[in-house]
């Protein structure tokens, strides 16, 4: 007989709003150590609580694994803010064939509903969030990925003005790896560490780039990296969390480039333009160098 004891939680809900019960699994691509909600058992749990994502696809694709997890009867609450998905929730969990109770609270939409015996449209939702190669891109990608569906200007730009590296080094943020490939296209490169926050990306990635160079792991730059004497970092680092800028997180990732290169080492960056990462780079670096400048970004290099 299945287990419906558990209980789980996905993402990091306000706890003033929605308080998962104590002892939840934690499912989250973005909290590396998380479950995998795609891999938890139809019917295990008895009570989800989901801080629903952002984008359409990936919302969807999320609660409807919350649902296929959720025994018959079990007690899902999912919330966003409402510029953010918030104020689709009711309409799509009907969608799904659930009778919702919604609240409001601290510009948030709080939905809950039980799972009822028959769902509709799960499947479709699970696999147009699901997984997928894509024709332009011709890489495995999946919605709610960095740049999933598109190639990033400022990737691109770097891309484009990456030298051929050599030694030993690390893409930070390394995504489904677009960035890794180009450095790996050098025979003068050892290993490579690609790491990054979102386990999808990691997945993707793996997928998208089998050279056995690379050393693909799901971790945080800001805490995650035990790296030293490397010989060259490349970087395309966040600057939103949540969807708020918070230029630190770039900020962190040079800190990070500055601890795991080796004297001499190089870092190669690229930023958007307005973001005043030179005065971080300038004490942690001999030597930092504009290398060109296009459609709103930067790209440096900078020597240890």
């Known amino acids: 007989m299945q287990d419906i004891t558990s209980t789980g939680v996905f993402g990091t809900p306000p706890a003033e709003l929605a308080d998962a019960p104590a002892g939840s699994t934690q499912f989250s691509p973005l909290i590396p150590g998380s479950g995998k909600l795609e891999d938890q058992a139809e019917g295990s749990l008895r009570e989800i609580v989901v801080l629903a994502p952002p984008g359409t696809v990936e919302r969807r694709y999320t609660v409807a694994l919350a649902l296929r997890a959720l025994a018959p009867g079990g007690v899902l609450t999912v919330l966003a803010p409402k510029d953010k998905g ?44 699901a997984p997928r190669l894509d024709a ?12 999933w569906n598109r190639l990033d200007p400022g990737t691109t730009l770097l891309e484009e003005n990456l030298p051929s590296l050599s030694g030993k080094g690390a893409d930070f943020g390394c995504g489904i790896g677009i960035l890794s490939r180009a450095i790996l296209s050098s025979p003068k490169v050892e290993h ?3 790491l990054d926050i979102d386990r999808r990306a990691t997945e993707m990635a793996r997928r998208n780039v089998t050279d056995t160079r690379a050393d693909i792991r799901w971790g945080d730059v800001r805490s995650g990296v035990r790296l030293s004497g490397l010989d060259f970092v490349v970087m395309n680092p966040p600057f939103h969390d949540g969807g708020a800028e918070d230029q630190s997180l770039g900020q962190s990732f040079i800190r990070k ?23 971080v780079l300038k004490p942690l670096f001999k030597r930092v160098t504009p290398k060109v400048e296009a459609a709103g970004y930067k790209v440096y290099e900078a020597q240890k």
């Open 257 to 279: 480039a500055a601890e795991a290169l080796r004297p001499g080492g190089v870092l190669w960056l690229v930023a958007n333009r307005h973001l005043p990462y030179e005065s």
């Open 86 to 129: 918030g104020s689709r929730l009711a309409k799509e969990l009907k969608g799904f064939g659930c009778t919702v109770s919604e609240t409001s609270r601290r510009h948030h939409r709080i939905c809950t509903c039980e799972r009822p015996d028959q769902l509709i449209g799960i499947e479709e939702a699970i696999a147009e969030g």
């Open 192 to 194: 490579l560490v690609m």
């Open 136 to 147: 332009v891109l011709r890489l495995w990608t999946q919605p709610g990925v960095f740049s």
